[in-house]
């Protein structure tokens, strides 16, 4: 498997958006966008101005009740051949959404920060999603890439960099076991955790041929929210979103 690493600083802008390299149109709200809310709070002021920018409703984005799971939902009208997913409608409990071509919703959104946020197209079948792996829901992208097979386009947001992510050394052995030890770090005694590496493992294992990664660290890009750096006290989540289509508004 081939990783193509770009930095932000090299992407363009619309408005408070990081215009993401991939097969459909892909952003990432910046901090400067303000804080777009816990998961599916679609009448969150901010980010109903921020989705203004991109031309999109709140409304027009399928979201999820995040909940560190690694449920993928698949939000449908009518039957499709994603048999092996649930079809539902949203906001359900998930991390993961994914929408056929001939859904209503025009795009797929989760929010983030710290955790990776995970973009999904695959052509075959015309499903474009988005993923929230943090360490618990690590694992989230396997069960996307089952469902929708190897042949599927893969891109790795901005996510905390494996050295900035004390964790734990329960948490760090628990990772390991389940992901590998290559996931874990430790220096000087201190226990570090690297989702990315623990994702690039699960794609590279379903047989997906390349992964494109967007390598800068939240906790160290002061651009993007980072709740290890923000902490509590002005704690804020970016917005994920992928439009299904490229007809934009
Ligand atoms: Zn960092």
């Not at 983030?112 to 989230?140: E, F, M, Q």
């Not at 760090?172 to 389940?178: G, K, L």
């Amino acid at each position: 498997m081939t990783v193509d690493s770009v930095t932000l600083s090299a992407l363009p802008r619309r408005a408070n958006w990081i215009e993401l390299p991939f097969a459909r149109p892909a952003f990432f709200s910046t901090r400067t966008a303000g804080d777009m809310g816990r998961s599916f709070e679609t009448e969150n002021a901010t980010r109903v101005a921020a989705l203004g920018d991109l031309g999109l409703t709140a409304s027009d984005v399928a979201w999820v009740k995040q909940e560190h799971t690694r449920d993928v939902v698949y939000v449908s009208e009518r039957n499709s051949r994603l048999k092996s997913c649930k079809s539902v409608r949203v906001p359900a409990v998930a991390d993961g959404v994914l929408l056929p071509g001939m859904a209503k919703y025009r795009a797929a959104g989760v929010t983030v920060a710290d955790c990776l946020p995970i973009y999904l197209h695959n052509n075959r079948d015309g499903v474009t999603g988005v993923l929230h792996s943090g360490w618990k829901g690590t694992g989230i992208l396997d069960r996307a890439l089952e469902i929708l097979g190897a042949d599927t386009e893969v891109l790795f947001g901005p996510c905390i960099a494996g050295l900035c992510y004390a964790v734990p050394a329960q948490r760090a052995t628990a990772f390991a076991s389940e992901w590998g030890d290559e996931c874990v770090e430790n220096r000087g005694g201190r226990w570090f955790l690297d989702i990315r590496r623990a994702n690039l493992g699960i794609a590279d294992r379903r047989g997906v041929r390349s992964v494109r990664i967007v390598s800068d660290c939240t906790h160290c890009n002061s651009d993007l929210w980072s709740y290890r750096r923000d902490g509590n006290a002005i704690f804020g989540l970016a917005a994920a979103v992928v439009l299904k289509d490229d007809h934009q508004r």
